[in-house]
Antibody, heavy 124, light 109 residues
Framework: DVQLVESGGGLVQPGGSLRLSCEASGISLKNYWMHWVRQAPGKGLVWISRSNGDGTMRDYADSVRGRFTISRDNAKNTLFMQMNRLTDEDTAVYYC?????????????????WGQGAPVTVSS | EVVLTQSPGTLSLSPGERATLSCGASQSVGGSYLAWFQQKPGQAPRLLIYGSSFRATGIPDRFSGSGSGTDFTLTISRLEPEDFAVYYCQLYDTSPQLTFGGGTRVDIK
């Protein structure tokens, strides 16, 4: 079975930084597009970033570009999100999600599997 | 950028009833790159439907998807107690940005 386990969430002050991790099991991360999606309290799903299999292609939503950086360590089967200059608008549950196989371009953005989420609270 | 609009915002139904959820796209979606997710309180979203009409692995056949172009529908033929949840549509074309609809909550009447 595929499992994605996020960690690294917590309480951080405005202007601070946090690094989320997403450890995968049951799949080889290098073969898949990986995504981060967040959900503010009581709100809907918002996509924020994606990375291709080897990490050479990285895309971001306008709301986080320049502040957040997606990366991966395929040897450790782990995806990361470095979040800097956090504001209260970044308060959310952050989900990592597995996209499609890198060989099937049309399914890069199909989110097959999701982790349980890491809560991030930005507050003074 | 394509905007997805889901309606209604909330659907109040009884177990055993049929649920029809709509997702409208601001521009035509080529290739039927439309997916549906279910999310229960405190849980991660779960993929239900992809390619507009294909059920994901393990999804019961009471769930069905249809549509093309700008109008898509998720139908739950007979609501089971575990189906009361929030449902999101998502466009997953080859764009470097993904789009979700705002969600439809299916409540017990």
């Amino acid at each position: 079975d595929v499992q994605l386990v996020e960690s690294g969430g917590g309480l951080v002050q405005p202007g601070g930084s946090l690094r989320l991790s997403c450890e995968a099991s049951g799949i080889s991360l290098k073969n898949y597009w990986m995504h981060w999606v967040r959900q503010a309290p009581g709100k809907g799903l918002v996509w924020i970033s994606r990375s291709n299999g080897d990490g050479t292609m990285r895309d971001y939503a306008d709301s986080v570009r320049g502040r957040f950086t997606i990366s991966r360590d395929n040897a450790k089967n782990t995806l990361f999100m470095q979040m800097n200059r956090l504001t209260d608008e970044d308060t959310a549950v952050y989900y990592c999600a597995r996209g499609g196989n890198v060989l099937i371009q049309r399914e890069a953005n199909l989110l097959y599997w999701w982790g349980q989420g890491a809560p991030v609270t930005v507050s003074s | 950028e394509v905007v997805l609009t889901q309606s209604p915002g909330t659907l109040s139904l009884s177990p055993g009833e049929r649920a029809t959820l709509s997702c409208g796209a601001s521009q035509s979606v080529g290739g039927s790159y439309l997916a549906w997710f279910q999310q229960k309180p405190g849980q991660a979203p779960r993929l239900l439907i992809y390619g507009s009409s294909f059920r994901a692995t393990g999804i019961p056949d009471r769930f069905s998807g249809s549509g093309s172009g700008t109008d898509f529908t998720l139908t739950i033929s007979r609501l089971e107690p575990e189906d009361f949840a929030v449902y999101y549509c998502q466009l997953y074309d080859t764009s470097p940005q993904l789009t979700f609809g705002g969600g439809t909550r299916v409540d017990i009447k």
